[in-house]
C-alpha cells in the first residue's frame, strides 16, 4: 500500500455540489469549547446549521492555545480539527452588557450547547429554565464530566474519564500499564451522543411546539460505548482485563506480526478461519482439533498465534492483506494517518477537503485543509462553507444582524 500525503478528495467549492443543508435555517448557538461540543456542534453547522460560536475575549476557545502543531498561519490544528463553518462572536460573559447580548442570540436561536462546568451557565443568569422561559422552543443541550449531580464538581477531562471509566482498564498489553486511547475518544463519543439528542429534541419539537433539556456526560457516554466489555460485567460479572490487540471472544483477532509490520486480522466466523488456514498454507489448521471452533481457537489462542506468526513472517504486511483479502479475510496493515488517508483515496472515501478561505484585502486566503464529514446524505449532503473562524471574526456582523435576523 503505497504512501500519499497529499490526497486531497473534495473541494468546497465544486459547482455541482447542491446548494442546501439537511438543517438549513437551524440557528445553533454555541458555548462550548475544546473538543465534544465543539465537535457536534460541527456536524451539525456541516448539515447546514448556522452555528455561533460564543467566545471569551482576548484568548477564546482554550484549543486555540493548543499548539504544536499548527497551520502556516500559526493557528492550532486541534482548534482547526472541530471549528469549521461556524462564525465567532467574542462576549465578555463576566459582564451584563455580554450576558444581555447572549441572551438576545439565543432567543432567536433553536440550539444551544454548553459545556461549563454544571451550575456555571445558572450563575450566568444563562441556565435552561431562564432561557426556556425566554424562549420555549429551545432545545437546550449541557454537556458535562460527570453529570449535574453528586459528580458536578469533578472536572471533565478525556483522560480521567478514560480512567476512572474502565477504557484504560482494557487498554493495553496484559501485563503492562494500561493505556489510554491515542485520541480524546470519550470527547468525540459524547459529541456524537450530543448530536443525537439534538437531533431527536428537534423532532419532538417539530410535532409538539416545544423544547427540552438534552444532558450528555462523558462517563456515561464511555460506559454505553464499552458495550460488550461493559455488557459482559453487567449480565455475567465478568470484569475484563487487559488483553494488548487480542479479543476476549474471538480469535484470531488481533495483531501479528509479519516481515516488515504488524498485520491486523479479524477473523469472525469458522469459513474465515478456513480459508486463512489455506491462504497461509497451513489448510489442515482448520481441521485440527485445537482450532476447530472459535471456542477452541480461543482456548488455544496463545498457541494458535505463535503458528500464524511463523507462517506470516514469509511476507510483508502489504502482501498478506492482498493475499488475505483476496481469499475472504478480513485483513490489512498497521497503517500511520498519511496511508490511512491515502487508503481512504484508494476506495474512493471522503479523506481530506478543502475550504477555500475569504478573500482579505483583495487577495485570496490560504484554503483550510479539513477531514471530510463522515456521512454521506444522498440529498443534502454536508458542506463546506467557512473555514474555522479567528476569534471574534463575525462578531460586528452577528451584532448588527443579518438580513432577516435582529440585531443582537
Known amino acids: 500500500m503505497s504512501t500519499q500525503h497529499d490526497v486531497p478528495d473534495g473541494r468546497a467549492d465544486d459547482p455541482d455540489a447542491p446548494g442546501r443543508g ?20 460541527m456536524l451539525l453547522a456541516d448539515l447546514g446549521a448556522d452555528v455561533v460560536k460564543v467566545e471569551r475575549p482576548d484568548t477564546g476557545d482554550d484549543t486555540r492555545a493548543w499548539h504544536p502543531p499548527a497551520d502556516q498561519d500559526g493557528t492550532s490544528t486541534y482548534f482547526l480539527s472541530v471549528n469549521r463553518n461556524k462564525r ?18 439565543v432567543s432567536e436561536s433553536d440550539v444551544l450547547v454548553e459545556n461549563f462546568r454544571p451550575g456555571t451557565m445558572e450563575r450566568l443568569g444563562l441556565g435552561h429554565k431562564e432561557l426556556r422561559a425566554q424562549n420555549p422552543k429551545l432545545i437546550y443541550c449541557s454537556i458535562s464530566g460527570f453529570g449535574s449531580g453528586a459528580g458536578a464538581a469533578i472536572p471533565g477531562y478525556d483522560l480521567l474519564v478514560q480512567a476512572v471509566g474502565g477504557l484504560m482498564s482494557v487498554t493495553g498489553e496484559a501485563h503492562g500499564e494500561p493505556v489510554k486511547a491515542g485520541v480524546a475518544l470519550v470527547d468525540v463519543i459524547t459529541g456524537l451522543h450530543a448530536s443525537l439528542g439534538i437531533l431527536a ?72 478461519f478456513a480459508a486463512l488456514a489455506e491462504a497461509v498454507g497451513d489448510p489442515d489448521l482448520a481441521v485440527d482439533d485445537r482450532f476447530r471452533t472459535n471456542a477452541d481457537r480461543v482456548a488455544q489462542r496463545a498457541e494458535l498465534r505463535d503458528i500464524l506468526a511463523e507462517r506470516l513472517s514469509a511476507a510483508g504486511a502489504d502482501h498478506w492483506s492482498t493475499v488475505l483479502l483476496a481469499a ?30 475569504a478573500p482579505a484585502d483583495g487577495e485570496k486566503g490560504r484554503p483550510s485543509r479539513q477531514v471530510a464529514h463522515p456521512i454521506a446524505l444522498s440529498g443534502t449532503p454536508a458542506q463546506y462553507r467557512l473555514p474555522p473562524p479567528g ?18
Not at 465567532?88 to 442570540?105: F, K, M, Q
Not at 429534541?201 to 423544547?211: S, V, Y
Not at 476569534?391 to 443582537?408: D, K, N
Open 88 to 105: 465567532s462572536i467574542v462576549l465578555d460573559l463576566n459582564t451584563e452588557a455580554g450576558r444581555e447580548r447572549a441572551r438576545a442570540l
Open 201 to 272: 429534541a428537534l423532532r419532538h419539537r417539530d410535532a409538539t411546539g416545544e423544547g427540552q433539556l438534552v444532558e450528555v456526560n462523558l462517563l456515561s457516554s464511555l460506559l454505553s460505548a464499552l458495550v460488550n466489555q461493559a455488557s459482559a460485567f453487567a449480565v455475567a460479572g465478568v470484569v475484563p482485563g487487559r488483553m494488548g490487540n487480542a479479543h476476549p471472544s474471538i480469535a484470531p483477532y488481533e495483531t501479528l506480526p509479519t516481515a516488515d509490520r504488524p498485520l491486523a486480522l479479524a477473523v469472525g466466523n469458522d469459513r474465515q
Open 22 to 41: 439537511a438543517l438549513d435555517g437551524l440557528r445553533v448557538t454555541d458555548f462550548s469549547r475544546v473538543l465534544a461540543g465543539p465537535y457536534a456542534t
Open 328 to 357: 475472504g479475510v478480513p485483513a490489512g496493515p498497521v497503517n500511520t494517518l498519511d496511508d490511512a488517508f491515502a487508503f481512504a483515496h484508494e476506495l474512493g472515501l471522503p479523506g481530506i477537503v478543502d475550504i477555500p478561505a
Open 391 to 408: 476569534l471574534g471574526q463575525h462578531t460586528a456582523e452577528i451584532l448588527h444582524g443579518p438580513p432577516g435576523r435582529p440585531s443582537v
